[in-house]
T-cell receptor
């Protein structure tokens, strides 16, 4: 079946450090891939997405590339800020059906000043 | 501004009582969803609806009920049959039911505590 696997957290970084959060998926065909962010006490909001192989999604300094050959969609940011502290969810919508989104377990990021 | 509203933000109930969580969207989205989130956990799908007057069970529907009488409203009732109802509940919507490239839009959540 379809699934998303994220690296376990928490991830703790110092401000201005480089961030990578790994995400791999299992799905047939070409799913659409998403990263959502959840700030403390809030709902999720879309961070970026990619709908075709080799597409790069980017937003607010974050980026992720859809790698079909490694079934991955790793999230990266060159220089994190304290305000980036949040939980990050990788997700997919299957190629065959669009009404359910499959979410990963989430990775908590702490950024220290 | 378009968006999803959930009320109340915090809700306290005694054990054995039913409680209804509100979810309203003015985005004209077809699909709506309810998720449960426990501390340090991911999202688990409770129910979803693709169209008015129709809804389907998600992965953890036992002890919950929903209705979809209007396109913009998708209330969730947590019944006394739900064994461990204390959690953070998130409502979401998506523009098109079968939109494979459509992201979900989330409300701010309701934190339910059963005493």
């Amino acid at each position: 079946g379809n699934s998303v696997t994220q690296m376990e957290g928490p991830v703790t970084l110092s401000e201005e450090a480089f961030l990578t959060i790994n995400c791999t998926y299992t799905a047939t065909g070409y799913p659409s891939l998403f990263w959502y962010v959840q700030y403390p006490g809030e709902g999720l909001q879309l961070l970026l997405k990619a709908t075709k192989a080799d597409d790069k999604g980017s937003n607010k300094g974050f980026e992720a590339t859809y790698r079909k050959e490694t079934t991955s969609f790793h999230l990266e940011k060159g220089s994190v800020q304290v305000s980036d502290s949040a939980v990050y969810f990788c997700a997919l919508i299957p190629w065959a059906g669009g009404f359910k989104t499959i979410f990963g377990a989430g990775t908590r990021l702490f950024v220290k000043a | 501004d378009g968006g999803i509203t959930q009320s109340p933000k915090y809700l306290f109930r005694k054990e054995g009582q039913n409680v209804t969580l509100s979810c309203e969207q003015n985005l004209n989205h077809d699909a709506m969803y309810w998720y449960r989130q426990d501390p340090g956990q991911g999202l688990r799908l409770i129910y979803y609806s693709q169209i008015v007057n129709d809804f389907q069970k998600g992965d953890i529907a036992e002890g919950y009920s929903v209705s979809r009488e209007k396109k913009e409203s998708f209330p969730l009732t947590v019944t006394s049959a739900q064994k461990n109802p204390t959690a953070f509940y998130l409502c979401a919507s998506k523009p098109r039911t079968s939109g494979r490239e459509d992201e979900q839009f989330f409300g701010p959540g309701t934190r339910l505590t059963v005493l």
